[in-house]
């Protein structure tokens, strides 16, 4: 099945400085990836995602990367701010609809 | 709409006892999924659906059974309860929109501690 491997496990940054994460996957059949953000007691939220024909995407601070050669994507905020400060996941969609998951990331911006 | 509702929200529970907790969408997603979250471990896809009458495993099936009787709801039974499932279950249902696109709505979540 599939593997989702995501670090780091914990990122501080200041802020106004960038934030990047890396995610792995192995099977060479899944096609889409999205990341999610789950804030302190609530649920995950979709917040960006790309597919496996495309190699990379933008959405204003949020930006996504995939090589899928390598079988790995990254999730880049710039100039963070305190309410980026969250958990953040990232998926790998393979066969049948099934998707895992990465253990995730948590983020903290200092202000 | 409500999206994805979960019923309860917490329950606690005696080792043995068994329970179902109940996922609901009204947005006529074909498929829905359950997954727990433990600390440091992610989001575990336990079972899932991609059509009503249909279900299939995920990674931590053991101890769960699932049933998809209807296609707006998704069960997922605990027969036996265990402390090893006390966890954070997340219900989550999806369809396949423009270009392959899949986002996955979630809902609000249940904690499930058993004793």
């Known amino acids: 099945g599939e593997n989702v491997e995501q670090h780091p496990s914990t990122l501080s940054v200041q802020e106004g400085d960038s934030a990047v994460i890396k995610c792995t996957y192995s099977d060479s059949a899944s096609n889409y990836f999205p990341w999610y953000k789950q804030e302190l007691g609530k649920r995950p939220q979709l917040i960006i995602d790309?597919?496996?024909?495309?190699g990379e995407k933008k959405d204003q601070r949020i930006a996504v990367t995939l090589n899928k050669t390598a079988k790995h994507f990254s999730l880049h905020i710039t100039e963070t701010q305190p309410e980026d400060s969250a958990v953040y996941f990232c998926a790998a969609r393979g066969g049948y609809q099934k998707v895992t998951f990465g253990t995730g990331t948590k983020l903290q911006v200092i202000p | 709409n409500a999206g994805v509702t979960q019923t309860p929200k917490f329950r606690v529970l005696k080792t043995g006892q068994s329970m179902t907790l109940l996922c609901a969408q009204d947005m006529n997603h074909e498929y829905m999924y359950w997954y727990r979250q433990d600390p440091g471990m992610g989001l575990r896809l336990i079972h899932y659906?991609?059509?009503?009458?249909?279900?299939a495993k995920g990674e931590v099936p053991d101890g769960y059974n699932v049933s998809r009787l209807k296609k707006q709801n998704f069960l997922l039974g605990l027969e036996s309860a265990a402390p090893s499932q006390t966890s954070v279950y997340f219900c989550?249902?999806?369809?396949?929109?423009?270009?392959?696109?899949?986002?996955?709505?979630f809902g609000p979540g249940t904690r499930l501690t058993v004793l």
């Open positions: 790309i597919r496996s024909n495309v």
């Open positions: 659906s991609v059509g009503e009458g249909t279900t």
């Open positions: 989550a249902s999806s369809l396949i929109g423009l270009a392959g696109v899949n986002e996955q709505f």
